[in-house]
């Protein structure tokens, strides 16, 4: 299974960016995808979550401005930044599970910052 992540960029305080990821490879199924992150000097940590079912789960510090969403490509996401922060600067990677394996991108640089 190989993970493909884009979009990301340098972006200013209160400006958008939108990431992608798509799966490809023997798995067909996964049944949680997402994205997490990592700033220099800090450990890697949840963003969202979207199940099979389309559940999604956020970080506190995200809610209300990013959105995560499946595509109509199967196995593939996007999640839909807004209103970014300085402290949004960070490694984005995108993670699929199945059976309880999980399976990591290989990371897009995201950096907010005037």
């Known amino acids: 299974v190989q993970l493909q992540a884009s979009g990301g960029g340098l972006v200013q305080p209160g400006g958008s960016l939108r990431l992608s990821c798509e799966a490809s490879?023997?798995?067909?199924?996964?049944?949680?995808m997402g994205w997490y992150r990592q700033a220099p000097g800090k450990q890697r940590e949840l963003v969202a979550l979207i199940s099979d079912g389309y559940s999604t789960t956020y970080a506190d510090s995200v809610k209300g401005r990013f959105t995560i969403s499946r595509g109509n490509v199967k196995n593939t996401i996007y999640l839909e930044m807004n209103a970014m922060k300085p402290e949004d600067t960070a490694v984005y990677y995108c993670?699929?599970?199945?059976?309880?394996?999980?399976?990591w991108g290989q990371g897009t640089q995201v950096t907010v910052s005037s």
């Open positions: 993670c699929f599970s199945a059976s309880g394996m999980p399976y």
């Open positions: 490879g023997a798995i067909s199924h996964f049944n949680l």
